[in-house]
């Protein structure tokens, strides 16, 4: 049973930050990429920012520049931290990680439930 938990989001003025954290739990033999997606009401899924295991990122044009994603392997926690937020930002904020986890089985996709961030203008 594998877990993604996030955590950090709320409710910011535009031009201000938050950070969001996301924590992997449950048996976990290794992690690739993780990621932060959004979803605005009536918009689809959309990719924020994604982190290799080797620390190499990407970052939806949008939020370059404002956006900084990093992980901590030790604690298979993947961060997001949001600066000079706008109110388009404004969208519940998805975790994704790539877990193996075991020696030998194949590597899947896991989501987290979800965070509120909401900026005002």
């Known amino acids: 049973q594998v877990q993604l938990v996030e955590s950090g989001g709320g409710l910011v003025q535009a031009g201000g930050s938050l950070r969001l954290s996301c924590a992997a739990s449950g048996s976990i033999f290794s992690i690739n990429a993780m990621g932060w997606y959004r979803q605005a009401p009536g918009n689809q899924r959309e990719l924020v920012a994604t982190?290799?295991?080797?620390?190499?990122?990407n970052y939806a044009d949008s939020v370059k520049g404002r956006f900084t994603i990093s992980r901590d392997n030790a604690k298979k926690t993947v961060y997001l931290q949001m600066n000079s937020l706008k109110p388009e930002d404004t969208a519940v904020y998805y975790c994704?990680?790539?877990?193996?986890?075991?020696?030998?089985?194949?590597?899947?996709?896991?989501w987290g439930q979800g965070t509120q961030v909401t900026v005002s203008s």
């Open positions: 994704n990680a790539e877990i193996i986890t075991g020696r030998f089985r194949p590597l899947y996709d896991y």
């Open positions: 982190i290799t295991s080797a620390s190499s990122t």
